[in-house]
């Protein structure tokens, strides 16, 4: 049932010359509906309710009040109060609203005599080319021909058969190039004005091509790779670097920075780009931000050093792997569906290894050896089988994580004595230069990554019967990696050693720490 205000609705919009089809049209009322309000001109009176409201024996004064000045209905209430009103609020709410209603109603009637149009001669020309009264040479005659006669027929055609959203875009197009206000056109189609906005502003960046373009980037931002790169830089990068007083990355902290560096980035993709790498700010790993003060400093040595490296220098990244018990592992394999693969918590260990290896950078190759603990010696000894095993170079990096046995004063008086002039004549060894890596910051170190593959490729659901036979299986692991890179020096690792997670190469933006290994 209609109320009084779509009566009167109706009924301005048909003195205003409206037919009934284009009221039905605005309003989305039925046409029977229409033609009956039209033909009773006035609504029809409601059946009176016989019952006594407690408000009827103070309305006078109720209207006296809120004639007499901006009153609500708990001041009203109040005043009734001490009158011996005994009501509701409820009911003094629902007097209120009544009496507004029918004021309102009361002013509409008078301020609108039949005859006149509460539509401009704006909307009158929106209302014809909605209805299709404007042929598409008629809309290129009325706009001046600034527009061509396919860009006429297609705003036409759209108007008449397109959904809302692009019959709305034409409309408010076609209106701006006929004069008429955008805010007035904007708010005849009861669309916002910011849209309307936005449609012309691309319509005069590119035309209706532009502005009728719903197609999306073949790429989203959040597998875009300069995106990847950009957010992971900054994750790997203190807060205190960028001027933020916290010890942890916050989503807006993130987007501010981006956007600084001209990447404009929504926080929703930055969290997928986060995610889709597999982490989680909830359980967030040690490894992910570095907390050294000079962060910047030593990775831009590192950096130059890469950049500027020489074919008769070599870079080595330096760590250990384990030590890690020998028994069985668990890990990913194919089972039947019905089938759930255990692995006891208590087992008898066959003994335990220990990987010291330094990966060679610019050729891909791993030099390995086991050793019985961590310590400086084992350092010394690493040292000492590359400075055989490359003699015949001119100098050689030492790269490997801020661990105490690694930056000790036995190992750099050491470093110390090989350099010296005496040395280097006497045993013809390349000079050796340490570029240690910031504090924290394991997934800087490429090894990670390598060792991270081997893992996965024969640790993994491993039941190896000896340390020996352990030691056999990464011997052949490493022997047929080098090979592989030998023969295939342009491959990343990515066709035949797919395990590794992330290329072998130096990256601020890698992790080359497994997500899964706690340190």
């Not at 909830?282 to 950049?307: F, G, V």
């Not at 490729?457 to 030998?486: G, P, W």
């Not at 035949?496 to 601020?508: N, Q, R």
Request: charged letters at 25%; glycine letters at 4%.
């Amino acid at each position: 049932m209609l109320n009084a205000t779509q009566y009167a609705a109706i009924n301005l919009l048909f003195n205003s010359g409206c037919t009934q089809r284009e009221i039905r049209r605005l309003t989305r009322h039925d046409r029977h509906t229409i033609r009956k309000v039209v033909r009773l001109r006035t609504p029809r009176p409601m059946a009176p309710r016989f019952r006594n409201r407690k408000m009827d024996a103070f309305a006078n004064y109720a209207k006296q009040r809120l004639k007499a000045g901006q009153i609500n209905s708990v001041q009203l209430l109040a005043s009734l109060r001490q009158h011996g009103f005994d009501g509701s609020l409820a009911a003094v709410q629902r007097f209120v609203r009544n009496y507004r209603t029918e004021l309102v109603n009361g002013k509409m009637s008078v301020a609108v005599p039949c005859g006149s149009s509460l539509l401009t001669d704006d909307h009158h020309w929106i209302l014809r080319l909605m209805q299709g009264d404007i042929t598409a040479s008629h809309l290129q005659t009325e706009l001046g021909k600034t527009l061509s006669a396919e860009d006429a027929q297609f705003i036409v055609n759209t108007v008449r058969t397109s959904r809302l959203g692009l019959r709305n875009r034409a409309l408010i197009i076609a209106a701006h190039l006929k004069g008429i206000p955008a805010r007035s056109a904007a708010h005849f189609l009861l669309i916002d004005r910011a849209s309307a906005r936005e449609y012309l502003k691309r319509f005069h960046e590119g035309g209706l091509a532009v502005v009728f373009d719903l197609s999306r980037k073949e790429i989203k931002k959040a597998d875009d790779l300069l995106y990847k790169d950009a957010v992971f830089k900054i994750l790997h990068t203190p807060p205190q670097s960028y001027g933020f007083n916290r010890t942890t990355w916050r989503m807006p902290d993130l987007k501010q920075i981006l956007a600084t560096q001209g990447l404009k980035i929504s926080a929703i993709n930055i969290r997928q780009i986060i995610r889709k790498a597999g982490f989680r700010f909830r359980k967030a790993k040690k490894m992910l931000t570095s907390n050294d003060p000079d962060y910047r400093d030593k990775l831009k040595a590192i950096t130059e050093i890469l950049r500027n490296l020489k074919s008769d220098e070599r870079f080595f990244s330096v760590d250990e792997y384990g030590p890690f018990s020998v028994r069985l592992q668990g890990g990913r394999s194919l089972v039947k569906a019905d089938e759930i693969k255990t692995v006891p918590a208590h087992q008898k260990s066959k003994g335990s290894l220990i990987a010291t290896a330094a990966l060679e950078l610019s050729e891909n190759q791993v030099t390995h050896f086991y050793s019985e603990r961590k310590n400086t010696d084992e350092m010394l000894k690493l040292l000492d089988i590359l400075l055989v095993k490359y003699a015949n170079q001119s100098c050689i990096y030492f790269s490997w994580d801020a661990a105490s046995w690694h930056a000790s004063k036995k190992l750099y008086k050491r470093v110390e004595e090989v350099n010296s002039a005496e040395y280097r004549e006497t045993h013809q060894t390349p000079l050796v230069k340490l570029a240690p890596l910031p504090s924290c910051a394991q997934f800087l170190n490429v090894i990670e990554s390598v060792f991270s593959g081997m893992a996965r490729a024969i640790i993994h659901n491993s039941d190896y019967q000896s340390v020996q036979e352990c030691m056999t299986a990464i011997d052949r692991y490493f022997l047929e990696r080098n090979q592989h890179f030998k023969d295939c020096p342009k491959r990343a690792g990515n066709k035949l050693w797919g395990k590794e997670i992330v290329p072998p190469t130096f990256d601020e933006a890698n992790n080359c720490k497994d997500p899964r290994w706690r340190s």
